[in-house]
């Protein structure tokens, strides 16, 4: 596939999608929000992909938000459409683990794709802000949702209200990133992450995911109850047989999807 506004690569069991508009601090405008999309979808249809990562070029930003210039001109009709929203539900919901490596500005709609992926992680020049309400407007991307099931009510409240940007150390401290890498090591990180990732059985990531999005909304109940039915479905597996007999033999296992 050929892109415009991002590049593309498959590196061994990562594909690594980069937002490639620095000379505009990486703000994603709507063609290139499609071609983030069609990215992902690509990612998501091929085999050898088992883990998706979004970074910015240019090392200043990740994204910088929605490209102001087109919002100028957004109509109620346009606002109601998923945009930005949908590319963060997409990677939330995607079977195959999502990661944001963000250095520099985060901000916006950069943000809120950001908070759509399952694990991010930041330089220490890296800072991050909801600044809609400087603007006459409110996030529409998802971070009213998400900022707050992430980082709690508070600093959720914290951060849209008074819209100032944070540090990489404060976001680290209330978990909105897991880890902080110099700029020069970030993408070899996440390349060690999918690594890692990739020697789990296929099921175990997905499964994670559904369990953890799931009981965040469900009730204690429902969500215990969801979890062992999940636990259930995968000890039925191959790939549970291999695992714990490779533990046993003192073995790396041979994991097959089945």
């Known amino acids: 596939m050929s892109f415009e506004n991002i590049l593309y690569s498959i590196e061994g069991p990562l594909a690594l999608i980069t937002i490639n508009r620095a000379e505009k601090h990486n703000a994603i405008s709507l063609a290139t929000l499609d071609e983030l999309n069609d990215a992902v979808d690509e990612a998501a249809r091929t085999e050898e992909v088992r883990v998706i990562s979004i970074t910015g070029a240019g090392g ?5 938000g929605s490209d102001l210039s087109e919002v100028l001109d957004r109509d109620l009709k ?12 997409k990677l939330e ?3 195959k683990p999502t990661i944001a490596a963000i250095d520099g500005i985060c901000m916006g709609g950069g943000l809120e794709v950001a908070l759509g992926c ?5 330089t220490p ?13 409110i996030p529409g991307g998802g ?4 900022l707050p099931r992430i980082v709690g009510k508070g600093w959720g409240m914290e951060m849209m209200l008074m819209g100032e940007p944070i540090d990489a150390n404060r976001a680290l401290q209330i978990g909105l ?27 175990v990531p997905r499964t994670m995911k ?4 799931f009981g965040m909304e469900a009730s204690l109940a429902g969500a215990l109850m969801f979890e062992k039915y999940a636990q259930g479905g995968l000890v039925q597996t191959q790939d549970k047989e291999e695992g714990i007999k490779a533990f046993l033999d003192k073995r790396k296992p041979s994991f097959k999807g089945k």
């Open 60 to 64: 200043k930003s990740f994204a910088s």
């Open 78 to 89: 346009k606002a109601l459409e998923p945009i930005v929203q949908g590319l963060a539900d």
């Open 93 to 95: 919901r995607m079977p």
């Open 118 to 122: 399952d694990l991010r992680v930041a």
């Open 125 to 137: 020049k890296s800072r991050f802000a909801t600044p809609e309400g400087k603007l006459g407007i």
């Open 143 to 146: 971070a009213t949702a998400r």
């Open 177 to 203: 990133v897991t880890r902080i890498v110099e700029s020069e090591n970030l993408i070899a990180e996440v390349k060690s992450m999918a690594d890692h990732l990739s020697q789990f059985a296929p099921f």
């Open 210 to 213: 559904a369990m953890v999005h």
